[in-house]
């Protein structure tokens, strides 16, 4: 009889285990289908379209909404060195990195899906370690005018600024180099995945509407925007960064 029992509780292990391979198989297969679809090349000054899906939810990176969203990639550049503290650490030769950007709209809220490889998993930050991160900037009253390094005091922009190895992104503004200010984060919110294939998911998500100074406006037809990642394995931080070389349009 005890053998039995045992025998029977060796079997129900192994079927809990094959339901467990099944089930993560069949979430590696929807992952499969969201992002195995055709992607336009993006360039500075192109045009992003938003997919707009009244009541679809978008707030995770392999939520079944993107799948109906266009995929498209634009090649970030290593930012320009602004101080000398950059200067000491800015590699000329450091190649582009390749971001997937798809946007969708619930009919309250906008949300921001970046795809990015990164064959290392980065999310303590120490004097030695340093996190991967990802930030989505948002020209406010310049518009394409304002200057994507940060905008200017006269024309600031907002920023939403996500840090591997915390829950919560964070609400910015800035008007220049040295000029980033934190903003209450409002409803502003993150979802992030990183994948065994070696590659981060993040999206960033905020109603239409937020009150409060500097916070960006998408009542209008288009949204003026710019991207930018931190690679930790290459010891980026602050300024020393990848970013897209101009403003992309959201319509």
């Known amino acids: 009889m005890i053998k039995a029992i045992f025998t029977a509780v060796a079997i129900a292990g192994i079927l809990a285990a094959c339901s467990e391979q099944v089930s993560e198989a ?7 289908v969201i992002d195995d ?7 500075v000054g192109g045009i992003v379209n938003l997919s707009r899906q009244p009541g679809a939810d978008f707030s995770t ?27 000491l650490r800015y590699d000329p030769k450091t190649p582009p990195v390749s971001l997937n950007l798809r946007a969708g709209h619930d009919g309250e809220a ?4 970046m795809r990015w ?18 930030a989505v900037q948002f020209a406010l009253e310049g518009g394409p005018a304002t200057s994507y390094m940060m905008g200017a005091p006269t024309t600031p922009v907002n920023i ?11 609400n910015l503004a800035a008007g220049g180099f040295g ?30 509407s937020e009150s409060g100074e500097h916070q960006a406006d998408f009542s209008g037809d288009t949204i003026t925007l710019a991207l930018a990642l931190w690679q930790g394995d290459a ?5 020393l960064k990848h970013v897209s070389p101009g403003w992309v349009t959201l319509q």
């Open 117 to 134: 490889s990164d064959s290392t998993h980065d999310v303590i930050t120490s004097r030695q370690e340093f996190s991967d991160g990802a």
């Open 26 to 32: 069949a979430n590696q297969a929807a992952r499969i």
């Open 110 to 113: 906008l949300h921001l899906r």
């Open 235 to 239: 010891k980026q931080r602050d300024g």
């Open 160 to 170: 939403w600024y996500w840090k591997a190895g915390l829950d919560q992104p964070q």
């Open 179 to 208: 000029s980033t200010t934190r903003l209450e984060q409002g409803q502003l919110a993150i979802s992030s995945t990183y994948r065994d294939s070696g590659e981060w998911v993040v999206v960033f998500s905020r109603p239409v």
């Open 37 to 43: 679809t055709p992607i336009l090349a993006l360039e």
């Open 61 to 87: 990176p392999d939520s079944a909404a993107w799948r109906a969203a266009q995929e498209y990639s634009l090649d970030l550049n290593l930012a320009p060195p602004v101080h000398q503290s950059i200067n």
